[in-house]
């Protein structure tokens, strides 16, 4: 019995420092998308006070869209007809999501000039490359060949 308790308080002290270690590596990464987009934006402190809320519910409502509708089906395997109504299900989470980006930019108008609402996108965008470059252990900064 006192092999079973060790083990099992071994168990959940493992899974409790995975799960802080897992919290602490998504708020790493919120911060460095904080810093890289106020960055490539040159927010003001005032702008980034305004701008930051406003991101933050749109980005939220993002990633809550794309949970809902992450397709866990292996797409190699499926009938036409489950392809189809995944092709269906794509779409209309594409729609939504440009529904949200129409809303965030018209939202950020009275808060951003129009020249750093068209960059947000090219930012979001550089900032998950970099990330992804970053998990590749490849060399920070350097742009993607796309062939």
Not at 3 to 28: D, K, V, Y
């Amino acid at each position: 019995m006192k092999t079973f308790n060790t083990f099992f308080i071994s168990s959940l002290l493992l899974l409790l420092s995975t799960l802080n270690l897992s919290a602490q590596r998504g708020e790493r990464i919120e911060a460095m998308r904080v810093a890289f987009i106020t960055q490539k934006l040159a927010l003001t402190p005032v702008e980034s006070e305004k701008f930051w809320p406003v991101y933050n519910i749109y980005r939220n409502a993002v990633v809550d869209l794309r949970k809902q509708t992450n397709l866990e089906t292996n797409l190699e395997v499926m009938s036409d007809a489950e392809a189809e109504k995944a092709i269906q299900v794509s779409i209309e989470r594409m729609e939504k999501e440009l529904s949200l980006f129409k809303k965030l930019a018209n939202d950020l108008k009275p808060i951003l000039p129009a020249r750093k609402i068209a960059i947000l996108t090219k930012t979001e965008r550089s900032f998950n490359e970099e990330l992804i470059r970053r998990a590749q252990g490849k060399e920070v900064g350097r742009p993607l060949n796309r062939n």
